[in-house]
């Protein structure tokens, strides 16, 4: 243990180069808008096209400079239908050797809602997942995990903040490290003003930082869009995966950032983990007690992002995955209760796999996320009705 501890500190002390920053005006430029319904995951959301996302400001830049995605707040949805919301991947891929640094304002929140911040690589599991941020409900904490194929475990150095909860990554939880900082979700984290995490995603682990906007090092606090950053007041990590139990190079390739809020679907809307997060609502059904109905539940359902800066030990550029658009207008708003006078909702056809509310898992080959156990452990009376989809099925129009 003494080993692993003294791994995860010579990590830290390495400075890093900035390669991308993402922020301001241009925050949006470089980031792939999904433009289906949620079928990774199966949550009542349409994740909305680049245009529309603008047209209906679920995404736009508000007076402070920060990036807003949010969940549509303004319109009702009738029974059978999704509520629109916003997924973005970022065009750019990052090597093992990279380092994220995610400044929030505020998370998202609420029944129903399931917000996150993570990496994922090209095939999933295969190429892995990291969780740096993700959260359901009415969760006060946040969770991380790595999400992989069989043989990657996590171990427990001695200076890791946060409490392990899952060990094999391979599992439908992953392997999973729940926050033991005060303010890392739901209302608490924009009380403090908001916080950072810090992901380094190297070939001796991967480790997640999380400070509270008071504890914010100085230097993340000091460092500016053109600058570098050094570790070396960053202290111990919130969540460590050393790479004593789970070669990083074998489990993981270049990751991908997303950011996506979705609804319901295969955790949130989970009955048993509805039930224990969420009071089991009116109904005890997630869809029927908050997607349908008055916008009104989803005032809290945004993130407002300041920055995201990505870093490398070597300074090389990541790599583009995508055709860069270029610069898409934005649109300034005063808040994350943007209006909007678009049409919202998406017709949904029932599928004898799927219904407003399932607690179903998808077994495809774009899963992203994953199912969670943290909450509930009757997902497995679900699982073998699962369908295989593949990406053919985003040709499909609802």
């Given amino acids: 243990m003494f080993v692993l501890g003294v791994l995860a500190l010579l990590t830290s002390v390495r400075a890093y180069d900035l390669v991308r920053d993402y922020s301001g005006s241009s925050f949006f430029d470089r980031w792939d808008f999904y433009g289906y319904w949620d ?5 009542d959301v349409w994740w909305l096209n680049r245009n529309d996302a603008f047209s209906q400001g679920l995404t736009y830049i508000n007076n402070a400079g920060n990036a807003v995605l949010k969940v549509d707040n303004e319109h009702d949805v009738a029974w059978n239908y999704k509520r629109n919301s916003v997924r973005i991947t970022s065009q750019d891929t990052y090597a093992v050797g990279s380092l994220w640094i995610t400044d929030v304002v505020h998370v998202p929140y ?3 809602v399931w917000g996150a911040i993570w990496t994922k690589g090209p095939t999933w599991p295969d190429n892995g997942e990291i969780d740096i941020f993700e959260t359901i409900n009415r969760m006060p904490i946040n969770q991380y995990a790595l999400h992989t194929t069989e043989g990657c475990m996590k171990d427990t150095p001695d200076n890791q903040v946060g409490t392990t909860v899952v060990e094999d990554c391979s599992q439908a939880a992953g392997c ?3 926050e033991n900082y005060e303010n890392s979700a739901y209302t608490g984290f924009a009380e403090a003003g908001g916080g950072v995490w810090a992901t380094q995603f190297d070939v001796s682990g991967i480790y ?3 400070w509270s906007r008071p504890n914010v090092p100085a230097s993340i606090t000091q460092s500016t869009s053109t600058s570098g950053v050094d570790l070396s007041d960053w202290g111990p990590p919130s969540a460590a995966f050393p790479s004593t139990t789970c070669n990083i190079t ?3 390739t270049p990751q991908n950032l997303v950011i996506d809020i979705t609804l319901c679907g295969n955790w949130a809307g989970l009955p ?7 009071s089991g609502g009116t109904t005890g059904l997630c869809y029927n007690d908050n997607v349908i109905g ?14 995201i800066r990505a870093y490398t030990t070597g300074g090389v550029a990541p790599t583009p995955t995508a055709n860069y658009q270029g610069t898409i207008p934005t649109i300034t708003g005063t808040s994350a209760l943007h209006s909007s006078t678009s049409t919202v909702g998406t017709a949904l056809i029932p599928t004898p796999w799927y219904y407003p509310g399932a607690a179903l898992e998808m077994n495809s080959v774009r899963t992203a996320t994953g199912a969670h156990l943290t909450f509930s452990t009757t997902y497995f009376a679900f699982y073998d009705m699962a369908t295989t989809v593949d990406d053919s099925m985003q040709d ?3």
């Fill in 250 to 252: 074998e489990y993981f």
């Fill in 208 to 210: 997640i930082w999380f």
């Fill in 39 to 43: 079928n990774l995951t199966l949550g």
């Fill in 272 to 278: 048993e983990t509805y039930a224990e997060t969420c």
């Fill in 176 to 178: 999973t490290v729940t």
């Fill in 396 to 398: 499909v129009v609802l």
């Fill in 294 to 307: 008055s916008g009104a539940n989803y005032n809290d359902a945004y993130f407002e992002i300041k920055n």
């Fill in 110 to 112: 609420g029944c129903s």
